[in-house]
T-cell receptor
Framework: KNEVEQSPQNLTAQEGEFITINCSYS?????LHWLQQHPGGGIVSLFM???GKKKHGRLIATINIQEKHSSLHITASHPRDSAVYIC??????????FGTGTSLTVIP | EPEVTQTPSHQVTQMGQEVILRCVPI?????FYWYRQILGQKVEFLVS????????KSEIFDDQFSVERPDGSNFTLKIRSTKLEDSAMYFC?????????????FGEGSRLTVL
């Protein structure tokens, strides 16, 4: 079983701030996913990572396989970024483990 | 843009009844998944399905649960005899594959309420 820890659990930021959400896991993985869950409950995939760094618009995701750690960064945060951000890891095979999520609120 | 669709969006059932949740994955995707999220809790993996068989399942996915791809397009989750603790949001997802980028595409979810 893979223990997936996210921090912080809750985060409030002013519009424009740079945001970092962290994820650590306990067992080797084949891939790590960052997901965004909207207030209505729907889930959208942001990134899938197995190494290095990916960037999409204002979002950047990094992963350090040796340290079993990933970060999600949001630059120039905006109120529409308010959501729950979830880290999920896929182990060899196709078993997934999810973090508890980080609830982000961006205040105008 | 292709999307994963789920029906029903909300189902209310009596304890002990059978429930079937339906999903239509993205048409060229090869891997299909069911996850659930009990209200206020984290998302939990239930099962993954590939090549017409289960490839992985969690300890939650006991004999009361089954999955099927009856017609090459639908992917269903059946709960044989629902319990109160089965009340949750159930998400279907699909991905293109493991070797290729395996980004997950989620449906909007089916909320199951067991009374």
């Amino acid at each position: 079983k893979n223990e997936v820890e996210q921090s912080p659990q809750n985060l409030t930021a002013q519009e424009g701030e740079f945001i970092t959400i962290n994820c650590s896991y306990s067992v080797g993985i084949s891939a790590l996913h960052w997901l965004q869950q909207h207030p209505g409950g729907g889930i959208v995939s942001l990134f899938m990572l197995s190494s290095g760094k990916k960037k999409h618009g204002r979002l950047i995701a990094t992963i350090n396989i040796q340290e079993k750690h990933s970060s999600l960064h949001i630059t120039a945060s905006h109120p529409r970024d308010s959501a729950v951000y979830i880290c999920a890891v896929r182990q060899t095979g196709n078993q997934f483990y999810f973090g508890t999520g980080t609830s982000l609120t961006v205040i105008p | 843009e292709p999307e994963v669709t789920q029906t029903p969006s909300h189902q209310v059932t009596q304890m002990g009844q059978e429930v079937i949740l339906r999903c239509v994955p993205i048409s060229n995707h090869l891997y299909f998944y069911w996850y659930r999220q009990i209200l206020g809790q984290k998302v939990e993996f239930l099962v993954s399905f590939y090549n017409n068989e289960i490839s992985e399942k969690s300890e939650i996915f006991d004999d009361q649960f089954s999955v099927e791809r009856p017609d090459g397009s639908n992917f269903t989750l059946k709960i044989r005899s629902t319990k109160l603790e089965d009340s949750a949001m159930y998400f279907c997802a699909s991905s293109l594959g493991l070797a290729l980028p395996g980004e997950l595409f989620f449906g909007e979810g089916s909320r199951l309420t067991v009374l």
